[in-house]
């Protein structure tokens, strides 16, 4: 048997599984993890729970940490930004009457 925890990147998002090491971490809780894009923040979903081996693709990263002050001010941080940038996004479209829909910046 193997502990997993599953953590989601965005709102309503996959929900992706990670070892949770020896962390005390509980749903709602704030983490950063190692992912194909490099260290990414993200929310754990669900407690801490065990899975047969069988069940686990491979390769399960673990949590690198739970996420500190810094990194929640760095994320809102990112939040603004990004709704800066679909904004500036949505207005060029408009100014050159490109045939598209803006989906996230």
């Known amino acids: 048997m193997q502990k997993i925890v599953g953590v989601r990147f965005r709102t ?5 599984f990670f070892s949770p090491l020896d962390f005390n971490i509980k749903r709602t ?3 950063i993890v190692e992912t194909a894009r490099g260290m990414e923040y993200g929310m754990v979903v669900g407690d801490r729970r065990q899975v047969e081996e ?3 693709v491979r390769p399960l990263k673990p949590l690198i ?3 500190t002050k810094e990194d929640d001010d760095q994320q809102a941080e990112n939040l603004l930004i990004r709704e800066d940038a679909y904004k500036i996004c949505k207005e060029k479209i408009s100014k050159h009457e ?3 829909k803006l989906v996230e910046a």
Not at 12 to 16: D, E, I, Q, R, T
């Open 12 to 16: 309503a998002g996959k929900v992706y």
């Open 29 to 31: 809780d704030h983490v």
């Open 54 to 56: 069988d069940n686990i």
């Open 65 to 67: 940490r739970i996420a």
């Open 98 to 100: 490109l045939p598209m």
